[in-house]
C-alpha cells in the first residue's frame, strides 16, 4: 500500500507505511491543512498561501532521504526508529494554532507550539496504542541515540531544510533556495552526533546566508509585519472588550472560548488538555471568518482594525537600529488621537514600537559540526576563513515603530 | 511609482500605472485573496492553495508581454487601449463567488460569474469616473478590434495560458507546463484576427494537449471529484433545509443571506445587483467556517456530510463510458439508507450520478488559427498531419457515480 | 565506494558499484566525452553542447529508478541482472563514431552504431573475464526476461526518456520537457512486458507529443540540418578525393584511415573489428579539426564547404510537403555553377534534395502497452478518445531542398 | 529583423540591431563556439560543456536588461550608448585563446585576453567603419559615462552575473546560483556611478557567496585542477622540446606557430598582431586534436602526459594552510623518478606545488557600493551587521601540491 504525492518542491512525496498513512488521515493533522504555513506573508507574496500540511509533509520527505544516506554510510537506524523519526517530524508542528507564529503568545497565552505538540502526540499515542512512543521519545530528545532528534530539531534539522526550500519556492524569492539535496548527501553520523563532511562546508554557508536573507527580507518584511501585527492588536483588543464585559461577539464558538477562558485561568497547559479537542477544530478560517465578522462590530477600534486587515491596509513599519524617540511616538498618537477620536490608551492599538530580532548562526544553542578528513571536528564558525563569523553568532536586534497610517 | 511583485511562475511582476495599482487595492479585489484558484483541488496536490488573486496578477502579466510583443511585431495598441487590455484581463474573473467553478450555480444560481464580473466592472466604472469604460468594452467584445478580446477571452487567451502554467506548477504536475513564453512570441494579428506564426504549431498542439491532461488528471481528478460534490450537496441539503423552514444557522450572515434568498428570488440578476456590496464580502472562509460550524449542526445529514469535508473524509467517485446501472445505483442507496438510517430520497445525498464533459479542441467556438508564411491561414485541426485531429474536436463525456464511504 | 555525480538535469547521479566505476573509467567509454550527443545542434541551440558520455550517464540513472520502482511493486530483478542492465544501458551508444547519427553510414559505412556497440562489448568483456555477459544477452535480447531488454530499447526505453530531457534541457526548448519521474512510477511489468498503469495514459501522450516536437522542432530543424548536411558533403568529397587519388591531406591519422579503408573494404564489420582500438581514438576533435585543416585545402569544393562550416555559413534548407520540381533544383545548380565555376556534377555538393521522415508513434515497432485496472491490456493508440490515433501511427514524410546560399 | 534564441538559462535572447547580428555571425565570434566556458571543469562536471559564445550572448542579454531597467529610473542611455555597450561585453572576451583561463599565459605570454579581445575589436571597428569607437571607449573605461563600464567590467559586472548563472546551471551546482533578476531591478545610477539599492543588500551577499562557493568548489576543484595543471605541463614540455630543437610535432599549424613563435618574440603584443587571423583561428579543437596526437609522441614525457588527459587520468591535487614540506616533494619526486624512469628535472612535470589564491570580496578593487534611502553611500563590507566582513576582504590563499598517481 503505497501513495504518491505530488509536491512541486521535491516533484513526489511517498508513502508506505500504514501507519504514516493512518496519522495522515487523523483529522488533527488534516486541520493543518487550515493553517498557512506562513500567516499574512502572502499578503506580501501572493504565492506564499502554502499550508502547514504541505510543510511537514515535505519535512518528512526530507527525514525519508536523510535516513536512506545515513543508511548509506553505515549507520544503524532499525526499522522502528526509521517510523519514529519520520512520525515525530510529521507531527512536530501539529501543536501550532491559527497563524502559528503570528499569534503564538497571544491567543494561547503561556504555552509555545512545542508543548502543544507533544499534547497531541501523547493523546494520539494512546489511541494508537503506544505505537507513537518511539516518536515522542525522539521528539523529547529522550531516544538514546541523540542524532535521531537532531535530524528533527536542531541548526541543520530537516524541519529548516524544508521551511527554507518551500517558503523560497512558494514565495518566488529564488535567494533563499538552499541546496538541501546535496546538504543530506553530507550528513554523516560521528559519536551519535550529527555533522557535515568536510566538502559540505560551503552548502552550509550557503544554507546559513539564504536563512539570514529569508528572515529579514521575508518573514520581517516590514509589510507582513505590519499584518501580522494587526492581527494581535485585533486579538489583543477582543480580550480586552471581553475582559471589560463588552462581549466581542462575532467569533466562533471556538475561538470565543479559549478568548474568553485564557484570561481566567490560571494553569494554562491544563487549560489545553481539557479542550484538546476543541483546540483541534481552531484554524485559520475561525480567526479570519471572526475578524470578517469584527469588521462590522459596534466597537470602533475591533472593527477599524478588522476593515485594516480584511482590506490590506496594513500597519506602516519603519526599522531603525536604535530605539524611537519617546517624542516621535506621542506625535503619531497624537495624530491618531484627532483623526480616529481616541484616547491616548486606545490611540496605543494604532501606534506602538517593539523589536525584531534574528541570529545568523548561534553556535551556542546547536552547532554544525564540520568533519574534516583527517576526523577532526570544527565547528562551522570556527574553521579556516569562515564566511560565518564571530560577529553574526551574536543577535542582531532591530527596532521598530508600527502605525495606522 | 512602481510595484514589483515576487511570482513564483515567472518571476517578477511589474505594475507601473496608478489606476491599476489603485484598482489591485480595491476591497473588491483584494477579496480575491480569500478565493482558491482550484476549489479543493488541494486536497489531493496539496500546493494548490493559490488564489484567484494570484491569478489574475499572473494573466495581467501575460497580457503585459502579449502587448509588447504585438507592438514589436507593428500592430497598434494605444496606450488607453494597453490599460483596458490589462484591467480587463485583472478584473475577469472578479464575479466569481467562493470556491467558483465547484459552487457556480450553486450558491448564486441563475448567474454565471462573467455576469457578475461585469456588473462588478459597471460599478467600479462608476467610482473611477467611467476610466474602465475601454475595459468593459474589450471585455464585452463591443470594442472595435477584436483580437483584444481575444487576448481576454478566446482558445489562446492569457486567461488560459496563465492557468494552466499556475495550476500545474503549484500542483507540481508537470506534464501540464506550457510553453506561454514560446506562444507569446508567436502571436501576430492579421485582419484583426489573432493567430500564430507558423513555426508556432508545435507549440499550440502541446498547449491543447497540457490543457487535456489537466483536465483529466486535475480538474477531474477523481478525489477533487469527490470532495467537491461533497461541497454541492451539502449546499444543497442547506438550501433544502432553508426552505422546509428547518433553518440551517452556523451560517455567516453573507452566506445566510443568498442561500435564502435565491430560494425566493424571481429575478436573479436583480438580486445580485442590488447587494453587490454583500455578495463581494462572501468568500471561501464564509462557505468553509460555516461548514465547520454545520460539522455538529443536528441535521444528521447536513452535520454528517459537513463533517466529512472536513476531516477530508470524501466521497468515492467513479468513471466509465456508459452510464451507470440503476440497479448498482439503488444498490448502494439501500446500503447507505441502512447504515445511516436514510429514508430513499436523503440517500440522494450520499449516492448520485452525473456527466463529465471535456473538449480537447472546439474549432467551433473559437478557432485557433495558423498564419503561414505564404500568407494563408488554417485551422490548427486542420493543417497537415495534425495531431488534433477531427475526432478531438467533439467533447469527451464520462459518466461518473459519486457515494458516501 | 561511492561516487557522485552533479547533474543538471537529474541533481545528482550516483554509482555505487567498482564495476561501473571501472567501466566509466575505461577510455573506450570516456571517449563519448568528445561527441557531442546533438551533433551540430548547437549552431542554432548554442546550449546544446551536451556529450554521449552525459546522456549514457543520465540513461543509467534512470535506469536504477526504474529498476527501484519496479521492485517495488514486486518485480523480481537479481542484484547480477541490475548490474547487467545498467552496464547495458551506460554502453548503448558506446559504438557510437563522430557526430554520431550526422555522419551515421557516412563515415562508417554498412555498419551500424548499435553493431559497433555490441563489438566494443564483446572487447570489453574479455577484458573483465565475462562480467559484462548478462549486459550483453540484455542488449541483444537474449536474455529470458524480455522486459529488461525493453527498459533498454524500445518505444518507452530510457534511452529515449533521457534524449529527450536532456536535449530539452540543454536547447532550452521546454516544450520537450517530459515527465520522466511520472512515466517512472507508472511502469509496471506483467507477463514479462513492460506496461504503464492506466493512470500514466496521460504522461505517455505527453511523451509521444514532446518526442514528435523535438523531432520536427529541434533534430530537423532547417539550420540544424543545413550545417549537418555540410558535413555530410565535405565527407563525400573528402572520399572523392582519396577515390581518385587527388589526397585529402590535413585528415587526422584514425581519421584518414577509415575514410580510405571503406572505400576498398569488402566485409566492413571485419574492417572495424580489426582496427576497434583505432575506431576507439576517433571522436568529434578529429574532425572538426580536420574541417578546419580542409578550410584551406587546395580543392575548392572541400575548401568552400569546409570553411562553410566552421565559420558557420550554413546550407539553407526547405521544406514541403511534395518532391521539389526539378526545373527548380537545375536553376539553382546553374546559379552555382556560375557563381562558383563549377561542373554539373560538382554541383550536387551544393544543392541536392532528399526525404526527412519521422513517425509519431510507430505501433508496429515496440508498442506501448497499458495496463488497465480490470487487468485488460490496450495498445495506447486504441484506447477510448486516444490523442494518438491511426494516422499519427504511419511515417510523416518531408521533402526537402538544401542549398548554399 | 529580428533573432530569437533559444537559451536555458534566461529562456529567450532577443537580438534586434543588424550590427550586432552582422557581429554576431563574423568568423572571430563564431570562434567563441570552439572554446569551452570552463575549460576542463567538465571532466568532472560533464554538463559544463558551453562555450564562450554562449557566455557572451547571455552577458549581452543581462546587458539588455541592465539598460532597461537602469532607463526606467530615469537614467539616460542613449541608443548610440546601448549599441556600444551592447558590443563591449558581446566581444570582452572575444580575446580568449583556447582553453582560456587554464592556458592564459602559456601558451600566449605576457599578453592577457582583454590586451587581445581589444586588438580584435580595434581590427573589427576597422571594417565595421567606425561603428565599434563607442563599444570600445566603454571597454577601456575612455568613455566619459563611467557606469557603462562598470556595468561591463566591475564588482557586479552583467558578465559575473552570466558566469556564475551559467556555469552553476551547467554544472547544477545549485548553490552557485545567483538572483540576477533582482540584482538587475536594484541597480541604480547616482553620479555616475553604479550602486545598488538598500533592499538590495541580502541579494548582494547571496552573489559574493555563491562565487565564493563556485571558487573553492568548483573553479577550483581539485580534479579540475589537476586536470588543468596536466594541460599546462603538456604545454610546457612542448615548447621545451621546441627549444631544444626536438621538433613537438603533430600539432595543428596555428599552434605550433604560436608554440613556436613566442619563444623567439621580444614583443608579444606586436607578434598577435601581426598574426591575429592566425590567432584567430585557433581553439580548443587545434589544442585537443594535438594532444591527441602526442599521446603517441615518442617524448615519453609528452605522450605520457597527453595520454593521461585524454584517457581522464588526472594529477592528484592536495591543498593544504601552508607550504608544503620540501621533503614530501622530493620522497614523490624520486618516487615518480624510478617509476618513470626520469631524472629529477623530467620530474618536475609530475611533481609539482603552487598557491591558489581567490578573494570574496575586495574593496579596494571595485567597490560595491549601496545607496540608502537617505541618500547616503555605504560599502556593502561596511553595513550594519555586515555578512561581508574585513577579514574576508583580503585573499585567501591556499597551498597546492599536484601529483601523478
Same mark, same amino acid.
Not at 507505511?17 to 491543512?33: D, E, G, N
Not at 480586552?240 to 467569533?251: F, T
Not at 517624542?327 to 483623526?339: F, G, P, T, V, Y
Given at each position: 500500500m503505497?501513495k504518491?504525492?505530488?509536491?512541486?518542491?521535491?516533484g513526489f512525496?511517498? $508513502?508506505d507505511?500504514?501507519?504514516?498513512?493512518s496519522i495522515?488521515a487523523h483529522p488533527y493533522?488534516q486541520?493543518?491543512r487550515?493553517?498557512?504555513?506562513?500567516a499574512?506573508?502572502?499578503l506580501?507574496y501572493?504565492?506564499?498561501v502554502h499550508?502547514r500540511?504541505?510543510h511537514s509533509l515535505g519535512?518528512?520527505h526530507l527525514?525519508? @532521504?536523510a535516513?536512506?544516506?545515513?543508511r548509506?554510510?553505515g549507520t544503524?537506524i532499525t526499522p522502528?526508529?526509521e *517510523?519514529g523519526?519520520?512520525?515525530a517530524? &510529521?507531527?512536530?508542528d501539529?501543536?501550532?494554532g491559527?497563524y502559528s507564529?503570528?499569534?503564538e503568545?497571544?491567543?494561547i497565552?503561556?504555552?509555545?507550539?512545542e508543548a502543544?505538540?507533544? *499534547? $497531541?502526540?501523547q493523546t494520539?499515542n494512546?489511541q494508537?496504542?503506544?505505537q507513537?512512543?518511539?516518536?515522542?521519545?525522539?521528539f523529547?530528545?529522550?531516544?538514546?541515540k541523540?542524532f *535521531?532528534?537532531?535530524l528533527?530539531?536542531?541548526q541543520?534539522?530537516?524541519?529548516?531544510?524544508?521551511?527554507l526550500?518551500?517558503?523560497?519556492?512558494?514565495?518566488?524569492?529564488?535567494e533563499?533556495?538552499?541546496s538541501?539535496?546535496?546538504?543530506?548527501?553530507?550528513?554523516?553520523v560521528?559519536?551519535?552526533?550529527l555533522m557535515?563532511?568536510?566538502?559540505?562546508?560551503?552548502?552550509?554557508e550557503k544554507?546559513?546566508?539564504?536563512r539570514r536573507l529569508?528572515y529579514?527580507q521575508?518573514?520581517l518584511h516590514k509589510?507582513?509585519m505590519?499584518?501580522e501585527?494587526?492581527?494581535?492588536? $485585533?486579538?489583543?483588543?477582543?480580550?480586552? &472588550?471581553?475582559?471589560?464585559?463588552?462581549i466581542?461577539?462575532?467569533?466562533t464558538?471556538?475561538l470565543n472560548f479559549f478568548?474568553?477562558a485564557?484570561?481566567?485561568a490560571?494553569d494554562h497547559d491544563?487549560?489545553i488538555?481539557k479542550?484538546?479537542?476543541?483546540? @483541534?477544530s481552531l484554524?485559520?478560517?475561525?480567526?479570519?471568518?471572526t475578524?470578517?465578522n469584527?469588521?462590522?462590530?459596534?466597537d470602533?477600534?475591533l472593527?477599524t482594525l478588522?476593515?485594516?486587515?480584511?482590506?490590506?491596509n496594513?500597519? +506602516?513599519?519603519?526599522?531603525?537600529?536604535e530605539?524611537?524617540?519617546?517624542?516621535?511616538?506621542?506625535?503619531?498618537r497624537c495624530?491618531?488621537m484627532?483623526?480616529l477620536?481616541?484616547?491616548?490608551?486606545?490611540a496605543?492599538?494604532f501606534?506602538?514600537?517593539?523589536?525584531?530580532?534574528?541570529?545568523?548562526?548561534?553556535?551556542g544553542?546547536?552547532?554544525?559540526n564540520?568533519l574534516f +578528513?583527517d576526523?577532526s571536528?570544527?565547528d562551522?564558525s570556527?574553521?579556516d576563513?569562515?564566511l560565518i563569523?564571530?560577529?553574526?553568532?551574536?543577535?542582531v536586534? +532591530?527596532y521598530y515603530i508600527c502605525y495606522?497610517r
Amino acid at each position: 500500500m503505497r501513495k504518491i504525492i505530488n509536491d512541486p518542491v521535491y516533484g513526489f512525496i511517498t $508513502i508506505d507505511h500504514p501507519l504514516i498513512l493512518s496519522i495522515i488521515a487523523h483529522p488533527y493533522y488534516q486541520r493543518l491543512r487550515r493553517i498557512h504555513q506562513m500567516a499574512f506573508a502572502h499578503l506580501v507574496y501572493p504565492g506564499a498561501v502554502h499550508s502547514r500540511l504541505h510543510h511537514s509533509l515535505g519535512a518528512y520527505h526530507l527525514m525519508s @532521504c536523510a535516513i536512506g544516506e545515513l543508511r548509506n554510510k553505515g549507520t544503524i537506524i532499525t526499522p522502528d526508529e526509521e *517510523l519514529g523519526a519520520k512520525i515525530a517530524i &510529521l507531527l512536530h508542528d501539529i501543536g501550532h494554532g491559527p497563524y502559528s507564529h503570528a499569534l503564538e503568545n497571544e491567543l494561547i497565552p503561556h504555552v509555545d507550539h512545542e508543548a502543544i505538540s507533544l *499534547l $497531541i502526540m501523547q493523546t494520539m499515542n494512546e489511541q494508537y496504542k503506544g505505537q507513537l512512543q518511539t516518536a515522542i521519545d525522539i521528539f523529547t530528545n529522550d531516544y538514546h541515540k541523540h542524532f *535521531l532528534h537532531q535530524l528533527v530539531s536542531g541548526q541543520l534539522d530537516v524541519d529548516r531544510m524544508d521551511y527554507l526550500s518551500r517558503d523560497s519556492f512558494f514565495t518566488g524569492v529564488a535567494e533563499g533556495v538552499i541546496s538541501y539535496d546535496r546538504i543530506l548527501k553530507m550528513l554523516v553520523v560521528t559519536d551519535d552526533e550529527l555533522m557535515i563532511e568536510e566538502k559540505g562546508i560551503y552548502s552550509i554557508e550557503k544554507f546559513l546566508v539564504a536563512r539570514r536573507l529569508m528572515y529579514w527580507q521575508v518573514y520581517l518584511h516590514k509589510a507582513v509585519m505590519g499584518a501580522e501585527m494587526l492581527l494581535v492588536k $485585533i486579538i489583543q483588543r477582543a480580550k480586552e &472588550l471581553l475582559r471589560k464585559g463588552k462581549i466581542a461577539d462575532g467569533a466562533t464558538k471556538a475561538l470565543n472560548f479559549f478568548l474568553a477562558a485564557h484570561e481566567s485561568a490560571v494553569d494554562h497547559d491544563e487549560l489545553i488538555r481539557k479542550h484538546l479537542d476543541l483546540f @483541534c477544530s481552531l484554524d485559520d478560517y475561525d480567526v479570519m471568518c471572526t475578524i470578517k465578522n469584527w469588521s462590522s462590530h459596534p466597537d470602533k477600534i475591533l472593527s477599524t482594525l478588522s476593515r485594516c486587515l480584511v482590506d490590506r491596509n496594513l500597519f +506602516k513599519v519603519r526599522f531603525q537600529g536604535e530605539p524611537f524617540d519617546a517624542k516621535l511616538i506621542h506625535e503619531k498618537r497624537c495624530d491618531i488621537m484627532s483623526r480616529l477620536d481616541l484616547n491616548e490608551e486606545e490611540a496605543g492599538y494604532f501606534v506602538f514600537t517593539g523589536e525584531a530580532v534574528n541570529t545568523t548562526y548561534d553556535p551556542g544553542d546547536e552547532r554544525i559540526n564540520i568533519l574534516f +578528513k583527517d576526523g577532526s571536528v570544527k565547528d562551522v564558525s570556527e574553521i579556516d576563513n569562515a564566511l560565518i563569523h564571530q560577529q553574526l553568532a551574536g543577535p542582531v536586534k +532591530k527596532y521598530y515603530i508600527c502605525y495606522y497610517r
